[in-house]
Each structure stands twice: as C-alpha cells, then as structure tokens.
C-alpha cells in the first residue's frame, strides 16, 4: 500500500526527469557540446595572438561577444540553483511516508551515503593535488567581478570552531538564499524534510506537492539552460582559448584522465567494502549488476535507471523490497559519490588553472559542500554543473572557468551516474546483511 501511495504521490519526477533524459540522448546534445567545444578551440585559437590573424584588441572584443550566450548560460543555472536544491532535498528525505521504516533504515543509509560521499570529495582532492592536471592551464588572471571574497574570507586562519559549527545553521534562511549560502540552504531543507517525516501526511502532502510544481519549474529552466550548452560551451572556450591557446587541449586530456582514475579508485572501495562487510566478491557483484551499470553509463541518469537499479538488487542480489525500495529512491537524490569526487576534481583543476590556492579549510569545505550539495542534486544529467558552480563561488574561483570542462562533462558523466548506481546496490547489500534476513541469492 505504502508503495502505491508512494508511486500517486511523486509521478511527475521521475516520469519527467526520465522523459527529460531520453529527449537529451535522442538529440545527442551531448555530442552537440563536444562539438561546440572543438570549434570553440579552434576559433579561439585562430582569434589568439599566436595566429596573428587579428589584432589582440580585436580578438578580446570577438571573443566577448562570442561568449554572451555563455554568460546567458551560467546567470541562468546560477539563478535556479537554490529552489532546485530545496524542492529536491525536502522531497528526497521526505520521500518515506512510512516513519517506522525509517527510524529503522534511515541512520545508517545516511550515514554510509555521507560517509562515502566524504571518502569520494577526498579522493578527488588527493588524486587532483597529486597529478595537478590544472598546471598546463596555469596563469589565468582571476576575473574581480566572480571572487567571492566574501565567502572565503578567513578560512585559511584560526576559525572558532563552535562559532563555526553555529554559523551552518541559517539564522535567517531567506538570507542565506539571498547570499547563495548553499551550505547553510541544504541544511535548512534537510531539517524541514526531517520534519515534514515527522508529521501527518494529510498534512504535510499540500507543501509536498508545492515543492513538487517548484522542482519541475527548476527542472524546466534546467532544461532551457542545457538546450543553449553547445552554444554556450563554443562561445566560452572561444573566448577563453583566444588567451590560453590550442594548450588547453592537452590540459583537458590530463583533467579527464584524473577524473576517471579517481573514479575507479572509489570503484575500489566499494567493492572492498561489500568484500569486508557484505561478504560478496567482485566479480560475482559485477556480474550480477552488469546489466544495470551499463544502462546508468548510457544514460547519465540515476533516476532513470531506477526500476531496474530495483529489480536488479530484489532479483539478482536478493534484497527484499521494503530494503530496495527505500534505499534505491533515496540513493538517487542523496548517494552521488561520483559526483562528490567530480565535484572536487574539478574545483582542483580550475583553482590549480586560475592560480588559486587551496589551504586545508578551502579543501575542507569543498569536501563539506560537495557532500550537502551531493544531497540537492536530482539524479538528471546535466545539474551536476549547476552545483558545481555554487561550491567554485564559495571557494572564490571564477564560475566562467565551467567552460573548460564542460565540453567533456557528457563523458564523465556517464562513468560518475555508474558510480553513484554501483553504491545505491552495495549500500542495498549492506542494509540487508546487517538486517540478518538476508535472501538467499536466485541463482
């Protein structure tokens, strides 16, 4: 009964966000961005003084208006962040209509998901510092119009640590909205989701459904945002090879590399967690969840895979359906360890590319804002973007520098959605172990 209601009450999400996705991949935008940035490197380079073809005063002036519907771009996605992490954070822990069942589960699921969320953002920031893929790209001048000076001011000295703690809980929220505290914004919405739990769903169900119309809204603006990405990406990276060059090529190939290598490195940890704790090889996991896997790489899209992520763990690993389908749903808006280690590379790229250095209490609130953004972000190509711009602005690196890997952000991806699926499936094995009820496997 309770998965009825549950299926009446939130339709439109997954129906929509599924329906966003397969629209996306029919219409290749994806390949649409890849070519945008080619031609954005390639036009810039041409506009560059190392060509010579134009004057230096004139390529500036070409590249700024080239890279107007850039700007257009990024003001858009920056303007719809905060209600998109709202409505997706509420409804994500609010998403259980049944308190029991999360008294019992929801601990430990959020637990591990924060957990490993913390784990992937510091192997991001270990593998970035380690190989420095931002180091070809170096020298770029900080634009003074996005220092967020502000948000970033005294983190690298002593900070008093409970005054610290209190300042996360928004004394005011509208404020911390107004400023684009994203920290403080995902804590406010985690507390209302805790307490619309909490109450009487007859109740509760009217700000439900508010927040349902205010994410598909988002979703919307969303999507007008990523139809003008190619665009976009091409008048960026014109704009910004006419000064770094054709070198930015080789810079990328380095980021991806990065990316991938910690991604498989959190691949690693997962399944030596499930061999430790679960008592399940790697290659047996592997086997089962293949089909699954591959389908969340192809699509870019948690929340589109969700009905096989599901029938995946109840039928091949032998999770019982009160374990998979609470986990799975709430994996999808809160459990994005691939994202959390993107997140964290690239925000180590793009400071290593801007010169801007990182002490240990900017890459500690990288790591903090990569895990509560982790939580706002709704399993959908393409929004990983639009956080990525929050954390760079509270770190105080340029947002504009979103244009360097945007380009390749289609192929990361499709491994980082593999990534968050294959932790939604171990964290759905390690529930069901420490339930002792476990199912004996089908096969």
């Not at 009964?1 to 290749?28: C, F, I």
């Not at 899209?301 to 969700?306: E, I, L, R, Y």
């Not at 900017?362 to 804002?369: E, F, G, N």
């Amino acid at each position: 009964m309770h998965s009825q209601e549950s299926a009446l009450r939130y339709p439109r999400p997954l129906r929509h966000l599924s329906v966003y996705l397969s629209g996306l991949v029919q219409g290749r935008l994806w390949l649409k961005v890849l070519v945008g940035m080619l031609l954005g490197l390639v036009v810039g380079t041409l506009l560059g003084p190392s060509v010579g073809l134009v004057e230096p005063e004139t390529g500036a002036t070409l590249g700024n208006w080239l890279a107007f519907p850039g700007q257009l771009f990024l003001a858009t996605i920056q303007m719809i962040v905060i209600p998109l992490v709202i409505a997706s954070v509420v409804r994500g822990l609010a998403a259980s209509e049944n308190l029991n069942q999360l008294r019992r589960l929801g601990l430990r699921v959020i637990a591990f998901f924060i957990v490993t969320t913390a784990i992937a953002a510091t192997i991001g920031l270990w593998v970035g510092s380690v190989i420095s893929p931002g180091d070809m790209l170096s020298g770029l001048t900080l634009p003074p119009a996005t220092a967020a000076d502000n948000t970033t001011a005294g983190l690298g000295g002593a900070v008093n640590l409970p005054e610290a703690l209190l300042g996360l809980l928004p004394g005011n929220p509208l404020d911390a909205m107004v400023e684009g505290q994203m920290l403080q914004v995902v804590i406010f919405s985690s507390i209302v989701g805790v307490a619309l739990v909490s109450m009487d769903p007859a109740k509760s169900r009217p700000m439900l459904d508010l927040l349902d119309s205010l994410q598909q809204v988002c979703m919307t603006v969303v999507r007008w945002a990523m139809g003008l990405a190619p665009y976009a990406v091409f008048g960026l990276m014109a704009q910004l090879t006419t000064t770094i060059g054709f070198q930015a090529m080789l810079g990328m190939a380095s980021y991806v590399a990065t990316v991938l290598l910690g991604l498989l490195i959190m691949l690693a940890v997962y399944l030596i967690i499930l061999k430790v704790l679960g008592g399940d090889g790697p290659a047996e996991f592997l086997g089962k969840t293949r089909d699954v896997l591959l389908l969340a790489f192809s699509t870019s899209s948690s929340a589109a895979v969700m009905p096989l992520s599901i029938r995946t763990a109840e039928d091949k690993l032998g999770i019982r359906p009160s374990v998979s389908q609470f986990v799975i749903p709430l994996g999808a808006t809160i459990n994005m360890t691939g994202t959390a280690l993107y997140q964290a590379v690239a925000t180590m790229f793009l400071a290593q590319v801007y010169g801007v250095d990182l002490g240990l209490g900017s890459m500690a609130l990288v790591v903090a804002m990569a895990v509560g953004a982790s939580i706002g972000s709704p399993a959908t190509p393409g929004v990983g973007i639009v956080i990525l711009a929050m954390v760079l602005q509270t770190v105080g690196i340029p947002p504009s520098g979103i244009a360097l890997i945007m380009g390749v952000d289609r192929i990361l991806d499709m491994c980082r959605t593999a990534i968050n699926v294959t932790g939604d499936l171990v964290t759905c094995r390690l529930m069901e172990n420490l339930s002792g009820q476990r199912i004996l496997d089908p096969d």
